[in-house]
């Protein structure tokens, strides 16, 4: 049993330091924002991951999971602190540091005792080095005994808690091999192969990995327009491109593009460090535009089928980045409404867990109840986040409260024939008809 503690308690923090505690350990989850440590105790969990409240009450009652906002509490005891605060965009697509920045100097002004520090967070290569520079600067005098590891994280939102307890991988990279052994321990329970590097090749893994994932998604972006301007279906276009075991079929499904909290900042991150280092980001750029470009047709399309969205109504069906999580930022839906807003359709929407979160900052959109209030009286209905409740919904009902039978399915999640019959105008991604 090791006493450690994740800094930031967010999407990537709470699930880390939730696990790590349920592996036997005990873990101080540490968070500035106070009145999300309180809510946290009191069982109210500040994001929606399926299995996590469990997990953290269970945790906490056993004894292994302590919630604070004082740094000297969460490190007093704790050999190894887990940095898992946010990185967003700067203002030309770098990543924002300033959290870390805080973090580091935070560590360098409590801890006396020999630590090792391990990003979680992801950071721009030489980060590591940076992280080190700070505390080194900032303990001047007093050298603090410290070694630092990078440690990318790999979950994913909606099924954080599986991808950490059944990982693909764990990657470590340090330039102090003892330290990188150490955390290495920490994972051994999870049996899974551990990929140790250094530190900079760890911090790279982990954006390379994004980018590829994020440029998988725009290529078949790409091949469905084609798709639908030939005559081709994309959805067998990919079914039958990752039955070839060279090329799988993760990542392969045509749709609104990608977003969420990840790959937008972390590829718009790498293609900063590329340029500022001198090389080129042709494929990188391409990914982000098709991908730009996207969303563009999606409103192209919807305002050929209903002369302009001027006075139109428009029902938005999920509003997260993806189904199973309530985080909406960079989400498809969100750049959607904007686009159509600007064009001044009136949006009405429905999501099962990210409503809360999305009327934040959509404050013109009217929030409904199910996918029926959402139709009722609507122009258009567009399928954003295809959460499984969207996948048997009785379309003669749907039909029967519309103004307009038109229906755009943005995840292909529908069999166009079947919404077709019902006495839908069905528009999809990429499933062209036969010409
Ligand atoms: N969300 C994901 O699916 C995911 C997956 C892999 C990697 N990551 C990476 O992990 C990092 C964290 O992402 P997230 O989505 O969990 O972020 P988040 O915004 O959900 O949480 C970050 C937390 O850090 C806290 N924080 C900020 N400054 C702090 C400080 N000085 N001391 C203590 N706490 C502080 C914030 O209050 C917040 O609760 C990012 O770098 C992200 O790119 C995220």
Not at 145 to 165: C, H, K, Q, W, Y
Not at 211 to 222: G, H
Not at 270 to 299: E, F, K, S, Y
Not at 321 to 340: G, Q, S
């Amino acid at each position: 049993m090791e006493t450690l503690c994740v800094v930031g308690t967010g999407y990537v923090g709470l699930s880390t330091g939730a696990c790590f505690a349920d592996l036997g350990n005990r873990v101080f989850c540490l968070d500035i924002d106070e009145e999300k440590i309180a809510n946290i105790r009191q069982g109210i969990m500040p994001i929606y991951e399926p299995g996590l409240k469990e997990l953290v009450e269970r945790n906490i009652h056993a004894g292994r999971l302590f919630f604070t906002s004082d740094y000297s509490e969460a490190l007093k005891d704790s050999r190894y602190a887990f940095i898992a605060v946010g990185t967003p965009s700067g203002v030309d697509g770098e990543a924002d540091l300033q959290y870390v920045r805080q973090v580091a100097e935070m560590i360098a002004d409590t801890v006396n005792h020999q630590l090792i520090v391990i990003n979680k967070s992801t950071v721009p290569v030489g980060t590591g080095d940076w992280v080190a520079e700070i505390i080194n600067k900032r303990r001047e005098g007093s050298p603090l005994a410290f070694s630092v590891v990078s440690n990318p994280e790999f979950l994913r939102e909606g099924s954080a808690i599986t991808d950490f307890m059944s990982p693909d991988r764990v990657v470590l990279g340090s330039e102090d091999r003892q330290a990188a052994n150490q955390v290495a321990q920490l994972y051994l329970s999870l049996r899974c192969p551990i990929i140790i590097t250094n530190l900079r090749t760890a911090e790279m893994i982990k954006y390379a990995s994004n980018a590829f994932l994020a440029t998988r998604i725009s290529f078949i972006n790409e091949i469905a327009n084609i798709c639908e301007e030939l005559g081709a279906d994309v959805r067998e276009v990919s079914r039958g491109m990752g039955a070839d075991k060279r090329i799988g079929n993760a990542f392969l499904d045509a749709g609104l593009g990608w977003g969420g909290s990840c790959f937008p900042k972390d590829v718009k991150a790498l293609a900063h460090m590329a340029v500022l280092h001198g090389t080129q980001p042709q494929l990188l750029q391409a990914v982000m535009d098709i991908n730009r470009n996207q969303r563009r047709r999606v409103v192209m399309r919807l305002r050929k089928e209903l002369g302009s969205f001027q006075d139109k109504v428009v029902g938005i069906l999920g509003l997260s980045f993806k189904p199973n999580t309530d985080d909406t930022r960079e989400a498809p839906a969100v750049e959607l409404i904007h686009l159509m807003q600007n064009e001044g359709a009136m949006i009405r929407a429905y999501d099962p867990q990210a409503m809360e979160v999305a009327s934040r900052h959509l404050p013109r959109v009217q929030m409904c109840s199910d996918p029926y209030q959402v139709a009722e009286g609507a122009d258009a209905l567009v399928l954003v986040t295809e959460w499984n409740e969207f996948k048997n919904l009785d379309f003669e009902k749907l039909l029967q409260v519309m103004r307009k039978p038109v229906i755009f399915d943005g995840r292909n999640l529908w069999e166009p024939e079947r919404i077709r019959s019902s006495g839908f105008t069905y528009l999809g991604i990429g499933r062209g008809t036969s010409i």
